[in-house]
């Protein structure tokens, strides 16, 4: 019917659905650009952006920012797919279905200290699309590196001849205080190696990434926070970080 408001809750009784916005503090409110690159499902709409139209604009973006030879753009399943799509219509190069996700192996099955790899059982280069091709890959964001290493040494073993790797989200830089999983920039590959190492890193023939200017693309006139890329936080940053507040807050309840 309508978006929950940020700091609005909504109270569903028998005498209706009331809403209270009441025990929040009045700020401006700002978007998180990370919902239209990866966090939200494709089919939905945020503040009446579609999100598989930004991921879209992201890849048209990327192909004209880094535009590369090639002969197939493939995409990272789910949220790499739709940039993946925008790339290959702007770039004229042909879409194809290059990696699948694996449904039939659940974590279940898995010992906690295996030696598997983790991305071998979540995804499988499909050989006959990738062998003796030129491969544009796309991914939504690239963290610590490892994963987007193995995905391309994936491809590699399948018999890709060669894999551009284009992200379309800019070099994540600063850690986020609000929400998402990484607290340190200690963990953040690009906060420590250039472009050109992390392509050699990750055992990508380029790589290239989607310029933060750009960012006001995915969600055209709407007021985003983009801090993970630029280190603008639209709050005052926390001295501590959300594992002290997590850890206190867990000793608090243990008393
Ligand atoms: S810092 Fe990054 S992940 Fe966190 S709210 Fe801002 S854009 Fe989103």
């Not at 493939?74 to 797919?81: E, N």
């Not at 994963?147 to 070099?171: C, F, N, Q, Y």
Request: aromatic share 6%.
């Amino acid at each position: 019917m309508r978006d929950v408001e940020p700091g609005e809750m909504l109270i569903f009784s028998k005498d209706g659905v009331k809403s209270n916005k009441n025990h929040c503090q009045k700020q401006e409110q700002k978007l998180c650009v990370f919902e239209y690159i990866y966090f939200a499902r494709p089919d939905s709409s945020i503040e009446g952006v579609s999100v598989h139209e930004a991921r879209m604009r992201a890849g048209k973006v990327l192909a004209k920012a880094h535009p590369v030879e090639a002969d197939i753009v493939i995409g990272v399943p789910d949220s790499g797919l739709d940039a993946a799509l925008g790339y290959s219509q702007e770039a004229q190069i042909p879409y194809e279905i290059g990696l699948i996700k694996n449904k039939y192996v659940g974590r279940t099955f898995i010992a906690p200290n295996n030696r598997l790899d983790q991305v071998k059982i979540k995804l499988s280069a499909v050989e006959d699309v990738v062998k003796g091709k030129r491969v544009v890959l796309i991914d939504d964001s690239i963290v610590r590196g490892t994963t987007s290493g193995r995905i391309v040494r994936l491809l590699r073993d399948a018999g890709a001849k060669e894999v551009h790797m284009r992200v379309s989200a800019p070099p994540f830089l600063f850690p986020c205080y609000y929400g998402t999983d990484i607290d340190s920039q200690e963990n953040l590959i690009a906060c420590h190696h250039s472009i050109p190492e992390i392509a050699s890193m990750i055992g990508a023939d380029s790589l290239g990434f989607l310029p933060v200017e750009n960012l006001e693309d995915l969600a055209p006139g709407k007021s985003i926070c983009k801090a993970c890329f630029d280190g603008k936080y639209p709050t005052s940053i926390p001295k501590d970080t959300r594992k002290d507040r997590f850890e206190r807050r867990l000793s608090e309840i243990k008393k």
